[in-house]
Nanobody, 127 residues
Framework: QVQLVESGGGLVQPGGSLRLSCAASGRAFSSYAMGWFRQSPGKEREFAAAITWNGGLTYYADSVKGRFTISRDNAKNSVYLQMDSLKAEDTAVYYC????????????????????WGQGTQVTVSS
């Protein structure tokens, strides 16, 4: 199985940018679809972005589309989330997750199917 470790979170002002990284262990990483989720206190974990095993297709939640960019580098066993034009509403703990059973180019947008999760990294957007 795979272990995931997020990094890159922090405190930024509204309108600022952050790039989150997720480092994965395991030889099978390149065959996994990957996703980013976020969770604010008292709320359900919600989907933010996902990417296919080869990076050929991405999908974003409406709340982040146009501002966030997901990418991956299979040679480095890493997935990234570039976050631009950050808003206070983006404040959350961000988690990367791995789907070990991707369905071709169909991306999952719920937590179901993502069998591996990182511990999360805090992103706080505040002035």
């Amino acid at each position: 199985q795979v272990q995931l470790v997020e990094s890159g979170g922090g405190l930024v002002q509204p309108g600022g940018s952050l790039r989150l990284s997720c480092a994965a262990s395991g030889r099978a990483f390149s065959s996994y679809a990957m996703g980013w989720f976020r969770q604010s206190p008292g709320k359900e974990r919600e989907f933010a972005a996902a990417i296919t095993w080869n990076g050929g297709l991405t999908y974003y939640a409406d709340s982040v589309k146009g501002r966030f960019t997901i990418s991956r580098d299979n040679a480095k066993n890493s997935v990234y989330l570039q976050m631009d034009s950050l808003k206070a509403e983006d404040t959350a703990v961000y988690y990367c997750a791995a789907d070990p059973n991707p369905r071709g180019f169909r991306l999952r947008t719920g937590i179901e199917g993502y069998d591996y999760w990182g511990q999360g990294t805090q992103v706080t957007v505040s002035s």
